[in-house]
């Protein structure tokens, strides 16, 4: 019951963002540009925690939501339209298959200019792999694009040297608007992991992707 509520009030409150970036008349189709907001997908959340941190026993659900609402805070203050698949630590949906049919409905029906999947990797077979990673559906040239600018500028400031991959992600293949998923690093990297829980290291962190939608788009 719960995940129908909340498909029902999102449908009605991204119906109402949609028009805001129609332009040209009732019926044109909305131009995709910054003003029509951004989509922050915090992966995972309830009884699908994501990956297990090794190291703390931090779960994904719970870092991901916190350095996706770090983004949401950071693009509202940049006048940026931010629309959150969730804002708890709830699931989206009773099932895996409602989880995912919400996500899809929620960002299909926001009119957004592009989506963004915040989650953390875990490599646990070789806990010195460390670096955030961003990935894209390979049938988008857009979203390869969009997917290059967020991958230099978190390399910029991580050092890192890993470079975007395409990937067949239900979130990514399903989204009708430039589409991303960052791996914001290992949490089976003791070093990564401490540095994601740092709220200096996350301001920079979701500054720079910030950075990154504003050169995409402008």
């Known amino acids: 019951m719960r995940f129908f509520v909340l498909l029902g009030v999102a449908v009605i409150i991204l119906a109402a963002a949609l028009a805001l970036c129609h332009i040209g008349g009732l019926g044109a189709k909305p131009q995709l540009n910054i003003s029509c907001g951004v989509v922050i997908d915090a992966g995972h959340g309830g009884a699908d925690p994501g990956a297990i941190s090794t190291i703390s026993g931090a779960h994904e659900d719970d870092m991901n ?4 609402e770090a983004l ?12 959150m698949t969730r ?4 699931a989206v949906g009773a099932t895996k298959q409602d989880d995912m049919a919400f996500r899809r409905e929620f960002t299909n029906s926001s009119g957004a200019a592009a989506f963004v999947s915040i989650h953390m990797n875990s490599f646990p077979d070789n806990p010195s792999v460390w670096g955030p990673q961003v990935f894209y559906d390979e049938n ?6 969009f997917a290059a600018i967020i991958q230099d500028k978190l390399n910029a400031i991580t050092g890192g040297a890993r470079q975007i991959s395409a990937d067949d992600l239900y979130v990514l293949r399903e989204a009708p608007m430039p589409a991303v ?15 994601l829980h740092d709220e200096e290291y996350i301001q920079s962190f979701v500054c720079a992707v910030a ?5 995409f788009f402008g």
Do not use: K, P, Q, W
């Open 65 to 68: 939501l916190r350095v996706a």
């Open 72 to 83: 949401e805070t950071e693009l509202e203050s940049r006048g940026i339209l931010v629309f």
């Open 87 to 90: 804002s708890d630590g709830e």
């Open 140 to 145: 988008s040239a857009s979203s390869r694009a």
């Open 181 to 195: 998923l960052i791996e914001c690093g290992f949490i089976t990297n003791a070093d990564e992991e401490a540095l």
């Open 211 to 215: 950075d990154a939608l504003e050169a």
